[in-house]
């Protein structure tokens, strides 16, 4: 069965550095998402992308963060200056279309960042 | 402003007997309600959608919009059910989560 993957699982990185975590959409899929989990929180909305731009993106996503699909198959959320308030699961999200009633958003397992 | 609310973080329920999570929501329109769960150590994934009005692995999920409830049942729980529940709001282009209720069936 086809399914995101996200690389890597875990990430450890010093405070101020830049950081890129990857994720493959399944294949057929046109939308993606980043979502992202802090430790004992909700999962909470960060940024869908269809069609090779932002179709929406919440108050977290600021200008420390970009998404890019640089090839045909990844989808990646970089952080420019990580910050420790950005230590979090972070989750991938690909749907065949848009998140209407009928449709499922397929999940990634997820790259937990840990800022130092 | 469009909020799912679950008032229980952790739900302890004895194997057999019924399971009730709760999942309020606030959305101003005709809502689209999700339950997602995630078992230990594995990815998030649908369990039901209130459109379909479908039973699977035993649990159902009744939207009650006069108390703007989206509860998720199941008559009799089982030792595999213990996981992480979610109940979500659909709000144009993206999925609104609640914090989660961990279920944990007690042998």
Redesign the interface.
Known sequence: EPEVTQTPSHQVTQMGQEVILRCVPISNHLYFYWYRQILGQKVEFLVSFYNNEISEKSEIFDDQFSVERPDGSNFTLKIRSTKLEDSAMYFCASTPQGTGAYTEAFFGQGTRLTVV | AQRVTQPEKLLSVFKGAPVELKCNYSYSGSP?LFWYVQYSR?????LL?H??RESIKGFTADLNKGETSFHLKKPFAQEEDSAMY?CAL?R?????????TRLHILP
């Open positions: 689209e594995q990815r998030l994934q649908l959608r459109i379909s979610y659909r144009d282009d993206k999925i609104i989560f609640g914090k989660g």
